[in-house]
């Protein structure tokens, strides 16, 4: 433990390959059947290389979000030895073939003519075929096609493309391949095929190796496929999702620009002008629903002059009904300068960021006696060129402990989130701080409260310096 892997643990040969891994898997790119050398250690006399297969995977938390890189491998040690030693024709060649070691994997022959010229004890285990019955037959069509059943054309395609391959003088490495053994049961195997030649180098046909992955390797395949497909899965249900909630949303904005032409009095004017910036706050999370951006800074904020009354007015509109389901007084302490002032942002993201932390409040208050108190207040900030902003202060508070601690927590976390809850606050805190602004979690002996900074520019400051 503690020791770095590119470093101390395998063989220089190797390094370049595991740290293409490393980098790969850290992007979500896993790698698959790759082999490594990796060096031995102990009290022991030194030994030569361990030979691992191994598949890069990404660790990632329940968010999705890469936390790491994990190797799921098969020691391959014993059947690289024999490999290396049957394809360079070191030993007694008849002794390897028909050892019955574990160690030794499953090898068949093909001659220069594409029939079956050998097949070790380690095949018959695995194909249930006994030599006897594959000896001299064709190993494209017959032998596997017939006798070991393939998944379709395709599969004898490619597999008859390997071995011509490597008939031709072209070795093939870890090609899956997969078939059926003579009782119905399917094989999962990695295909080395390598030229087979004589002393002056003529090819006389191919030596081919399979690599039957261990029960355990086996059963990490199928949890990571299964991860996969979970992801995937709802992957496909937030498309849906973003997908069609576009079409009511095209319907409420219809229905808003043909109030807008109605003749309204003041109060349903403002609730339209609500209306209409919730609607929008909606199509702006649609638009942008990748998190990578935010997590990475490059979200794109759609800057404007906009009413911070407005943007009030939307806000509370989103926690209205949750407040009244718990029975809660909502104590509003927004000066009319508030609700006058105009600044310059991205409203709608504005909205998003202090709608959240507001229902986060209104869903922790007690509701015993409860109530959620709305404290803004603008403070004047001086620049050293001269310029001013606008400082605005939001408190958003109800009585006792508020927020419970492990939501808390998954709001200041950068990667590991266990609530739901937290996971928005934590995004949304994300938002806050491309914005220029922050946000604290306050509890005190009697109250809790969220403290939200936000320094925006007045817009004709701000328009003046887009200009220039």
């Known amino acids: 433990m503690g020791k770095s892997l590119v470093n101390d643990l395998i063989f220089k040969e190797s390094e370049e390959i595991v740290g293409k891994l490393l980098s790969r898997a850290l992007i979500g790119e896993e790698d698959k059947n790759v082999e490594i050398k990796l060096k031995t250690f102990g009290s022991e006399e030194p030994r030569g290389p361990i030979f691992v297969i191994v598949n890069a995977c990404s660790s990632r938390d329940y968010t999705k979000n890469i936390v790491g890189v994990c190797f799921v491998g098969q020691d391959v040690t014993g059947q690289k030895v024999v490999m290396d030693k049957f394809v360079n024709i070191q030993g007694d060649y008849k002794a390897i073939v028909h050892n019955p070691n574990p160690l030794i994997p499953p090898i068949f022959a093909s001659d220069e003519n594409t ?44 597999f008859m493309i390997v071995l011509h391959n490597a008939i031709g003088g072209q ?82 904005r219809f229905t808003n620009s043909l109030l807008q032409m109605t003749d309204l009095n ?7 002008e609500t209306s209409s910036a919730c609607e929008k706050q909606m199509s702006k999370i649609i638009k942008d629903a990748s998190l990578q951006s935010i997590e990475d800074g490059s979200l794109v904020l759609e800057k404007g002059e906009f ?40 409203q709608y993201r504005i909205q998003q960021v202090l709608s959240d932390f507001l229902l986060s409040m209104v869903r922790f208050a007690p509701t015993e006696n409860g109530w959620v108190e709305i404290h803004v207040r603008p403070n004047v900030k001086q620049n050293s060129d001269g ?65 939200i900074v936000l320094e925006l520019p007045q817009p004709r400051q701000a328009a003046g310096r887009e200009i220039s």
């Open 307 to 346: 009413s911070l009354g407005s943007v009030m007015n939307a806000v509370v509109s989103q926690v209205m009904i949750l407040l009244r389901e718990r029975d809660l007084q909502l104590i509003r302490d927004i000066p009319d300068e508030i609700k006058e002032a105009s600044a310059y942002g991205d």
């Open 387 to 451: 310029t001013e902003t606008m400082l605005f202060l939001f408190r958003f508070a109800c009585p006792g402990e508020g927020l419970p601690p492990d939501i808390v927590q998954d709001m200041f976390s950068n990667s590991r989130w266990t609530t739901q809850e937290g996971i928005g606050l934590s995004i949304c805190r994300k938002i806050l701080q491309l914005m220029g602004g922050d946000v604290q979690y306050i509890r005190e002996s009697e109250r809790s409260f969220f403290h």
């Open 115 to 158: 029939c079956c010229s050998e097949w070790n004890t380690a095949m018959e285990k695995l194909t249930g075929w006994s030599r006897g019955e594959v000896i001299g037959k064709l190993l494209i069509g017959e032998v596997f096609g017939s006798c070991c059943r393939l998944k379709g054309p395709d599969a004898l395609t490619k």
């Open 171 to 252: 070795d093939s490495e870890k090609f899956p391949f997969s078939f059926f053994d003579k009782n119905g049961k399917y094989v999962q195997a990695l295909l080395t095929a390598n030229t087979r030649s004589k002393m002056d180098g003529k090819a006389i046909g191919a030596f081919c190796f399979l690599q039957i992955a261990s029960p355990e390797l086996q059963q990490a395949f199928e949890i990571q496929r299964q991860q996969e497909k979970k992801c995937y899965a709802r992957m496909k249900e937030l498309a849906y999702i973003c997908q069609e909630i576009k079409n009511p949303l095209s319907g409420i």
């Open 266 to 272: 003041d109060d349903q004017r403002q609730f339209l």
